[in-house]
């Protein structure tokens, strides 16, 4: 017996628009996804020239998790619940550089390779103690090619594994040999979900943005799915420009990497890349429905980092990620909470990109919970 096909199978790709609308509004939402998403997987927190020297740290907040990268004494960047092992204080704050790790509370002080080092009146209030059994619990720590990532639970898959097909297929791009042109961020008033939507979906290119990406051939493009990320590439058209200002090729691309490309890490860096340019976009929830765009322009190392030059980028870059996208997606926040509000047919090739992700994000939100204290400690 032949299994039927409903309408809304053949309106919507793959598994059509799985989310519900609370998914972006809903404060409850929010905070289970804090916990079953953000502490599950890998997330990015920075590059590694972000810890230039011994002590250089970081202190940031992943999936309700609070977590401290810190550059050891051997050269070693390690991760650490930001949690001193006393009576659970907050242990590090902002960034900067340290020598040792130590809680403002009691003055427990830690290593820079998170062992507990002095606790103050030990000997009289402590005595039967063994230092060695509470250091700081670690978070494990990975690196490609210069990013960094962390995943606070302990639990992900290993990271290589999770990475898939993307070191090979952006494997001309070395971020950790290019120079920063560029940084900053900017906040936008819609759930980060969106903007992530937004930014995978292909069908929009043509309508939200048909002067500051008409150079680009959206029809001659390329989406590629490899594990939960997506890659894309497309050529430019023959009578078109450039959007950024002229700047030195970065060598060793392929062909292929010398196109337009727009891709994702999941579940929420975007990549921004070209001949002469590799840009790194972090969508930085703030809450049901406020984000924050953290974005780096990186560029040939031989580049001249002329501040005119970056200020071009910069207002190209801006033009299209916050004035068009982000503003789109603060036009979705706008109704998503009205009883009116749903998805209807979906391009079953342009906008597959979001069922795909979609599967990626209620595949670890839909996980058994862990808890930091689950994983190997120290």
């Known amino acids: 017996m032949t299994e039927s096909i409903s309408i809304v199978d053949l309106l919507q790709p793959g598994n059509g628009y799985r989310l519900p609308a609370e998914a972006y509004y809903s404060e409850d939402w929010y905070r289970r996804e804090q916990r079953q998403l953000f502490r599950r997987t890998w997330n990015y927190i920075g590059d590694t020239a972000d810890f230039p020297g011994t002590g250089s740290y970081r202190s940031l907040v992943l999936g309700g998790s609070p977590v401290v990268v810190v550059r050891g004494a051997d050269g070693e960047l390690r991760g650490f619940h930001n949690v001193c092992r006393h009576r659970g204080a907050l242990l590090m704050d902002g960034s900067g550089t340290c020598e040792t790790m130590t809680c ?29 059994d509470w250091g700081l619990r670690p978070a494990r720590l990975a690196e490609w090619r210069g990013l960094l990532f962390l995943n606070p639970d302990g639990a992900a898959p290993a990271f290589e594994d999770w990475l898939g097909d993307l070191p090979t297929l952006l494997n001309g791009y070395r971020p950790d040999t290019l120079s920063t042109l560029t940084s900053g961020h900017y906040d936008f008033a819609a759930n980060w979900k969106f903007y992530i939507e937004n930014h995978v979906d292909w069908y929009h290119l043509w309508y939200t943005h048909p002067e500051t990406l008409r150079m680009w051939d959206h029809h001659a493009g390329e989406m590629l799915q490899t ?10 058209r023959a009578d078109a420009g450039s959007f950024v200002p002229p700047l030195k090729a970065i060598p060793s691309l392929s062909s292929r990497e010398r196109l337009n490309g727009a891709h994702l890490v999941f579940p929420n860096l975007t990549l921004f890349t070209g001949e002469s340019y590799f840009a790194t976009g972090w969508v930085e929830p703030l809450g049901p429905a ?12 031989d580049q001249a980092l002329d501040p005119s030059v970056a200020e071009d980028f910069l207002a190209a870059f801006r033009a299209i990620t916050e004035h068009e996208d982000a503003a789109m997606t603060e036009r979705l926040q706008a109704t998503v909470e009205s009883e009116a509000f749903s998805v209807g047919p979906m391009t079953m090739t342009h906008e597959a ?26």
Do not use: C
């Open 104 to 132: 403002p509370y009691h003055r427990w002080q830690y290593d820079l390779d998170g062992t507990l080092k002095n606790v103050p009146q030990r000997k009289a209030q402590l005595p039967a103690m063994d230092l060695n």
């Open 227 to 236: 594990a939960q990320h997506w890659v894309s590439f497309e050529p430019t």
């Open 290 to 301: 406020r984000a924050r765009m953290h974005f780096r322009a990186r560029v040939a190392p």
């Open 353 to 378: 990109p979001i069922a795909h992700w979609h599967d990626a994000y209620l595949d670890t939100f839909s996980k058994v919970e862990t808890h930091p204290s689950s994983a190997s400690t120290k």
